[in-house]
């Protein structure tokens, strides 16, 4: 009879064994599909390091956790990336509809924003599409901070009408992609159908095209601080 017992408990309980283990297996199982408006990749500390969400939730840019500016808001679907001091240092996105589409892989420089880039832009004009596409590279300041300059900008002109509102904007823009955010090289498809690579001076400006134009004739140009093109390549080539 005792020996009848043990057999039944063992049973029973190497029942229970393989029941608990089922139900384990049942919840390891792999979803077939997430659907969420964000996806927030956390460390033990809870530091950010991976966003991956739709427009409306995308994550904020930030240096140590800090939005640069906590009351914008973003518009494009990606995936961004973040350090473990909570900086934003780059992302990838993807965009678009019937009359546009873009998308690109950014990558950030130091406390800073994005100074080597892949991007690509289409936009419809009339019954053509307009495109350019390629590798971007930009030179940024590590002391002064656009956001800080912006601000500044944005008090000085409050006070102001709206033509001389733009005017004082442009001029701004003018400083910063000649002193602070400095646009270097671009290699790839520009918007006319020039195919090659073009390289920019300390200032932005446009000094050197090594290229092939639409008609398939490889050009290379040089253009002096004053903007004169000296054509020393083409005709040889030609």
């Given at each position: 009879?005792?020996?009848?017992?043990?057999?039944?408990?063992?049973?029973?309980?190497?029942?229970?064994?393989?029941?608990?283990?089922?139900?384990?297996?049942?919840?390891?199982?792999?979803?077939?599909?997430?659907?969420v408006e964000r996806l927030s990749i956390v460390g033990p500390d809870g530091n950010l390091y991976v966003s991956i969400s739709n427009p409306e939730q995308q994550a904020l840019a930030t240096t140590h956790g800090v939005p640069h500016y906590p009351d914008s808001k973003r518009d494009l679907p990606g995936l961004i990336f973040f350090n473990r001091v909570g900086d934003e240092v780059?992302?990838?996105?993807?965009?678009?509809?019937?009359?546009?589409?873009?998308?690109?892989?950014?990558?950030?420089?130091?406390?800073?924003?994005?100074?080597?880039?892949?991007?690509?832009?289409?936009?419809?004009?009339?019954?053509?599409?307009?495109?350019?596409?390629?590798?971007?590279?930009?030179?940024?300041?590590?002391?002064?901070?656009v956001k800080t300059l912006f601000e500044q900008l944005?008090?000085?002109?409050?006070?102001?009408?709206?033509?001389e509102k733009q005017k004082a904007y442009l001029k701004f823009k003018k400083y910063i992609d000649s002193e602070i955010n400095v646009y270097r090289m671009f290699l790839g498809r520009e918007e006319n159908k020039n195919v090659g690579l073009f390289l920019y001076d300390s200032k932005g400006k446009e000094r050197i095209k090594i290229y092939v134009d639409t008609l398939d004739v490889?050009?290379?140009?040089?253009?002096?601080?004053?903007?004169?093109?000296?054509?020393?390549?083409?005709?040889?080539?030609?």
């Open positions: 009879m005792r020996k009848i017992l043990l057999t039944i408990n063992t049973m029973v309980l190497l029942g229970i064994v393989c029941f608990l283990g089922y139900q384990h297996v049942k919840s390891q199982e792999i979803p077939k599909e997430l659907q780059g992302g990838i996105y993807y965009d678009g509809n019937d009359e546009e589409s873009f998308s690109g892989i950014t990558f950030d420089q130091q406390k800073n924003d994005q100074i080597l880039a892949i991007m690509k832009d289409e936009y419809k004009h009339g019954d053509e599409w307009k495109r350019w596409y390629g590798m971007f590279l930009r030179e940024r300041s590590d002391s002064i901070r944005k008090e000085d002109i409050k006070d102001l009408g709206e033509e490889p050009r290379i140009t040089i253009i002096d601080t004053l903007g004169n093109e000296k054509r020393i390549a083409h005709t040889i080539l030609e």
